[in-house]
């Protein structure tokens, strides 16, 4: 995992989390990382087509909320604390529909995020099931680099900025 940028830093909460095979985070040397991600209606998001570092990329559709436009393809890295988007381009601070490219659903609201009054996380499900409580939490402002992690709605991983 390359290091966060100044002013961010992950903070992981469960220091005995068993990384296997089968575990719903995996961890290669210090990369930690989503093998699956899903959407509320148990659609997959990883496209085997796109990869980021060799892994499968996330695949959403987005679009500045409220434009009448056509939503893009967006390829989120797979590797926590790697901000790397591929695809649809928007302008910082733009709230961002987030979609799945199977069903088209947006991505269910979670959480305020602090980056800005009325800006939301959502939720990019680990199964596909949304009641198991495994999710990444994103920020729907283009450019806020926060995020976290939970499974069995206990709280993983979170990125923190200063």
């Known amino acids: 995992m390359s290091e966060a940028p100044k002013g961010r830093h992950l903070e992981s909460y469960f220091e005995n989390y068993t990384f296997t095979d089968t575990s719903l985070v995996r961890r290669d040397g210090d990369t930690i990382w989503i093998p699956e991600a899903y959407c509320s209606e148990g659609h997959s998001l990883m496209r085997d087509d796109v990869r980021i570092e060799g892994r499968r990329a996330i695949h959403l559709l987005a679009r500045k909320a409220g434009s009448e436009g056509p939503l893009g393809d967006l390829f989120l890295s797979p590797a ?3 901000p790397r988007k591929l695809g649809v381009r928007l302008e910082d601070g733009a709230t961002t529909e987030l979609h799945c490219p199977t069903c088209q659903s947006s991505l269910r609201q979670l ?7 009325g800006a ?3 939720a990019i499900y680990l199964t596909p099931d949304p009641n198991e409580l495994g999710a990444v939490g994103v920020c729907e402002t283009w450019g806020c680099p926060r995020f976290f992690v939970t499974e ?9 900025v200063d």
């Open 80 to 82: 926590l604390d790697d």
């Open 111 to 117: 959480t305020p995020c602090t980056c800005r009054v």
């Open 120 to 122: 939301y996380v959502r």
């Open 152 to 160: 069995g709605g206990e709280l993983l991983y979170e990125l923190l």
